[in-house]
């Protein structure tokens, strides 16, 4: 099966600009997560769905982070407007349920220079 | 608050040693816990998923022991090769579907 596909891979913006990021999870899987890892820290929670509704969107850091799943299939996250410590490595996970655990994405790189 | 911490940070061995990485975390009432694999610039690799009822996992050379009791995890590595050289990341599944990830060992297998 395909996996967690992420697009793109690499993203190298300017401060104030905007970035939308793409999440294809496998086919199937009701649960959709995003996390992201900054310079040095752990990965940490962004939110996640269940089908197309936002079931915990607590790691959201501000209002401008917005999360999309429309259709319940892929997944967009915009940053508008990008600040410098948005800067990082955003995954994306999907799961059948917590029994499965999650299988990650690849990652986009995100520079806000 | 669950929070996961791994030890060591990092780790330098020669190949074909046999290693423990560790991973302790505060509340003992998870779903699971995943051991993941990161290598430079790529994504997360599952390594292993251990359910809450099960005491261990096995995959090859891996190991992955869980007693949460005690709130630890130990990831063990056979007959090291300079491919496992990486970044291992141990992620607890708490209530909620969340997952609180640790800050991972960086593993270095020297030929």
């Known amino acids: 099966e395909a996996g967690v596909t992420q697009f793109p891979s690499h993203s190298v913006i300017e401060k104030g600009q905007t970035v939308t990021l793409r999440c294809d999870p496998i086919?199937?899987?009701?649960?959709l997560y995003w996390y992201r890892r900054v310079m040095g820290k752990e990965i940490k929670f962004l939110l996640h769905?269940?089908?197309?509704?936002?079931?915990?969107e607590s790691g959201m850091p501000n209002n401008r982070f917005l999360a999309e799943r429309t259709g319940g299939t892929y997944s967009t996250l915009k940053v508008q407007p990008a600040e410098l410590e948005d800067s990082g490595v955003y995954f994306c996970?999907?799961?059948?349920?917590?029994?499965?655990?999650?299988?990650f994405g690849s990652g986009t790189r995100l520079t806000v220079v | 608050k669950q929070e996961v911490t791994q030890i060591p940070a990092a780790l330098s061995v020669p190949e074909g040693e046999n290693l423990v990485l560790n991973c302790s975390f505060t509340?003992?009432?998870?779903?699971?816990l995943q051991w993941f694999r990161q290598d430079p610039g790529k994504g997360l690799t599952s390594l292993l998923l251990?359910?809450?009822?099960?005491r261990e996992q096995t995959s090859g050379r891996l190991n992955a022991s869980l007693d949460k009791s005690s709130g630890r995890s130990t990831l063990y590595i056979a007959a090291s090769q300079p491919g496992d050289s990486a970044t291992y990341l141990c992620a607890v599944g708490t209530g909620g579907f969340k997952t609180i990830f640790g800050a991972g060992t960086r593993l270095f297998v020297k030929a």
């Open positions: 769905f269940v089908k197309e509704s936002k079931q915990d």
């Open positions: 996970a999907s799961s059948q349920g917590t029994v499965y655990g999650y299988t």
């Open positions: 251990i359910q809450s009822s099960q």
């Open positions: 086919s199937g899987h009701d649960n």
């Open positions: 509340d003992s009432a998870i779903y699971n």
